[in-house]
């Protein structure tokens, strides 16, 4: 089982990044994903989730309205749309799929830092 994240970087503020989730190992259509993030100093913090079809998807109010999640199930791919950056969105990001029963997988994360 394998989740590597990428597309992370410097961004400005106000600026964009396309995070990616690439999932091996296991069927990645039947796992709930979800994004999380750490501040560096702080403690892991709930972004996004969206379900196995990619129907529902749910946001912390830190990301409402400004990031976006998605799947590719036939790319077996996670992704999370990041728009007007604010240096306070500066963390490791990490994908992580959920099962009911099963064990959960993580990432090794991606890193965002603002350039300001």
């Known amino acids: 089982v394998q989740l590597v994240e990428s597309g992370g970087g410097l961004v400005q503020p106000g600026g964009s990044l396309r995070l990616s989730c690439a999932a091996s190992?296991?069927?990645?259509?039947?796992?709930?994903m979800t994004w999380v993030r750490q501040a560096p100093g702080k403690g892991l913090e709930w972004v996004s989730d969206?379900?196995?079809?990619?129907?529902?998807?749910y946001y912390a109010d830190s990301a409402q309205g400004r990031f976006t999640i998605s799947r590719d199930n036939a790319k077996n791919t996670l992704y999370l749309e990041m728009n007007s950056l604010e240096p306070t969105d500066t963390a490791l990001y990490y994908c992580?799929?959920?099962?009911?029963?099963?064990?959960?997988?993580w990432g090794q994360g991606t890193q965002v830092n603002d350039s300001s």
């Open positions: 190992g296991f069927t990645f259509s039947t796992y709930y």
């Open positions: 992580e799929s959920r099962r009911v029963g099963l064990p959960d997988y």
């Open positions: 969206i379900n196995s079809s990619g129907g529902a998807t």
